[in-house]
């Protein structure tokens, strides 16, 4: 997914301008989201993108941004508690992660797509 920023403009007859949100800020409110979800124990990458990890933080792993028209979707890689209900996890990792990102970040949210790496105890 491309890792661009989010230009939203001001809306209003007597606005001008608008703001620009860095993809760093977008995937740290979702990571922090996700990682306080019950049933979520660690969020996991891809090998590959490790390294890049490396620039962004810690808060950044497993999430991945796709910027479009006024909306960002969100990836997120998550490892899950074991014996936990998937579907309900999964219900309550977007509800949350949407919540943070859209009421505390400003930033409206398209989808979010959850792929469940591993199960742990």
Same mark, same amino acid.
Do not use: C, W
């Given at each position: 997914?491309?890792?661009?920023?989010?230009?939203?403009?001001?809306?209003?007859?007597?606005?001008? !301008?608008? &703001?620009?949100?860095?993809?760093? /800020? +977008?995937?740290?409110?979702?990571?922090?989201? %996700?990682?306080? $979800?019950?049933?979520?124990?660690?969020?996991?990458?891809?090998?590959?993108?490790?390294?890049?990890?490396?620039?962004?933080?810690?808060?950044?792993?497993?999430?991945?941004?796709?910027?479009?028209? !006024?909306? &960002?979707?969100?990836?997120?890689? /998550? +490892?899950?508690?074991?014996?936990?209900?998937? %579907?309900?996890? $999964?219900?309550?990792?977007?509800?949350?992660?949407?919540?943070?990102?859209?009421?505390?970040?400003?930033?409206?949210?398209?989808?979010?797509?959850?792929?469940?790496?591993?199960?742990?105890?």
């Amino acid at each position: 997914m491309a890792q661009t920023d989010l230009k939203i403009p001001f809306s209003g007859p007597d606005l001008s !301008g608008g &703001v620009t949100v860095a993809h760093q /800020v +977008i995937a740290k409110l979702a990571g922090k989201a %996700a990682r306080t $979800t019950y049933g979520v124990v660690a969020m996991q990458e891809p090998p590959i993108r490790k390294l890049g990890r490396f620039f962004r933080g810690s808060l950044s792993e497993g999430i991945e941004l796709e910027v479009g028209e !006024g909306s &960002v979707d969100i990836g997120l890689h /998550v +490892i899950m508690e074991r014996g936990v209900n998937i %579907a309900q996890v $999964t219900a309550n990792l977007q509800e949350q992660v949407r919540y943070q990102v859209e009421r505390v970040g400003g930033v409206p949210v398209g989808d979010i797509n959850v792929r469940v790496e591993d199960l742990q105890d």
